[in-house]
Each structure stands twice: as structure tokens, then as C-alpha cells.
């Protein structure tokens, strides 16, 4: 599933090319903090919502064309299902959906805090410090998770020579319940108490808002920033 986590947040590594430094604007701009707290919230939740309310958009859809390339913004539950036939696995919709409720609720509980601790005419650094989960932990869940699929498999010899013999049928029962078992985990894992500190330098920068230019406190390195929050996210 690593490679599914990364498509879910890659929308901040391809945002930049909407993009174009400005200097000098007489314009009343958001603080630094609140923009970094909402790209956040837009990168790792897909939560467009603060984003919309803070620089005006005229919609949460007109906030994802502004800042995801175009096909970066696919849903969760497309994203998953694609990665599940190039697996070979086959899931009804509603399991999908099920998964994808299990991965939402993992990433909502992660929180953050966004503070300005440098401010100067032409750049502000914000200090992002994010509460995530531990790899480690991942890891045991997901081994877990493989672990308990091979003992039932083991004690099969009859469901180990029909995928021998190539059913799928029997395969992709073992492996629903693996994710199942899985997504399960995730969605009871615990955030790690030691938070994330991520110093983010921020410049102006004009973006479109439903059809008007407007400028805005954003990070410079936009790719770094995408970067440094999935390191974050789970570490």
C-alpha cells in the first residue's frame, strides 16, 4: 500500500507549476501560518475546505484545480481500486469504499501545529510540527496482518494447490481478508507522541482563485514541502 499512500499526497509535489513569484504587493496578505496549516490540511486529508474559506474560493472543486496538476486529484476510492487490479485482487465497490473509510480515518487523526518564528518583507518561515504515526508500528500491523493470512493458508492444503492451479477465486480471498486485517489496523493505530518539526520558508506567490489572480503567503520549494509532510505523516 506505500505506493497508494504516496499518490494520496502527492497533489503538494505537483502544485508549483500554477504558480509565480512575486515581489513587492501593497495587498493585505493571510499570515504565512494559517496558508501552510491549510496547504496542509489540502495535502493530507484532501481536505480543500480551509483552503476554500481562507483565500476565497468559490469552491472546494475550484480550490483542487488551482492547486493539483491535472489527473493529481483522483479520489481515494479510484486511486485504491487501480492499485488493487494492478495487484491482481478483485473487491466489490463497497469493500473499496470500506477501505478507503479506513484510510481516511488514519489520516484524520493526524494533527499539526503552524507557527511564523521568522518574518521578514519578502519571506516568512513557518515552523509546521506534525503528529503522525510510526512506522514501525505500521510495519507491525502489516506483518501481522501477513502473518495471520499464512497461518489460515497453511492450515489449507486444499486452498494451497487451487492457487497453485492458478483460482483466483481462493486468492483473492486470502488476500481481501490480508487487507482487510490490514486497513483494520491502520485504522486503530495510534499517533506517535513525538511530533514531526517540518521549517517551511513561505514567499509571495500568485495563484488563481475561481478565476481571479490573487496572491498569497506559499512555500517556496513546493516539491520539498510535499516531501517533508508524507516523511512526517508516518516516519
Not at 16 to 33: F, H, I, R, S, W
Not at 52 to 81: H, N, P, W
Amino acid at each position: 500500500m506505500k505506493k497508494m499512500k504516496t499518490k494520496v499526497l502527492a497533489v503538494i509535489a505537483t502544485m508549483a507549476v500554477l504558480c509565480m513569484t512575486l515581489t513587492g504587493c501593497g495587498e493585505k496578505l493571510v499570515p504565512a501560518d494559517q496558508t501552510v496549516g491549510a496547504l496542509f490540511e489540502l495535502a493530507a486529508k484532501d481536505d480543500a475546505s480551509k483552503m476554500k474559506d481562507l483565500l476565497g474560493f468559490a469552491s472546494e472543486e475550484d480550490v483542487r484545480s488551482a492547486f493539483f496538476e491535472e489527473g493529481a486529484d483522483t479520489a481515494m476510492v479510484d486511486e485504491i481500486k487501480s492499485e488493487l487490479t494492478s495487484a491482481g485482487i478483485e473487491m466489490t465497490d463497497e469493500e473499496i469504499q470500506k477501505l478507503s473509510d479506513s484510510m481516511t480515518t488514519m489520516l484524520n487523526k493526524i494533527t499539526y501545529t503552524a507557527e511564523i518564528t521568522s518574518e521578514e518583507k519578502d519571506s516568512v518561515v513557518v515552523t509546521l510540527k506534525v503528529t503522525g504515526f510510526s512506522t514501525d508500528a505500521m510495519t507491525t500491523i502489516m506483518t501481522d496482518a501477513a502473518n495471520t493470512m499464512t497461518e489460515k493458508l497453511t492450515a489449507s492444503e486444499e486452498d494451497q494447490l487451487a492457487i497453485a492451479n492458478g483460482d483466483m477465486d481462493v486468492f483473492n480471498k486470502y488476500m481481501q481478508d490480508y487487507i482487510n486485517d490490514f486497513m483494520t489496523g491502520l485504522a486503530g493505530m495510534e499517533l506517535d507522541p513525538e511530533p514531526v518539526e517540518i521549517t517551511v520558508t513561505c514567499e509571495k506567490l500568485s495563484v488563481e482563485v475561481s478565476g481571479k489572480s490573487k496572491v498569497a503567503w506559499l512555500p517556496t520549494d513546493m516539491d520539498g514541502f510535499g516531501s517533508d509532510i508524507e516523511a512526517a505523516m508516518i516516519h
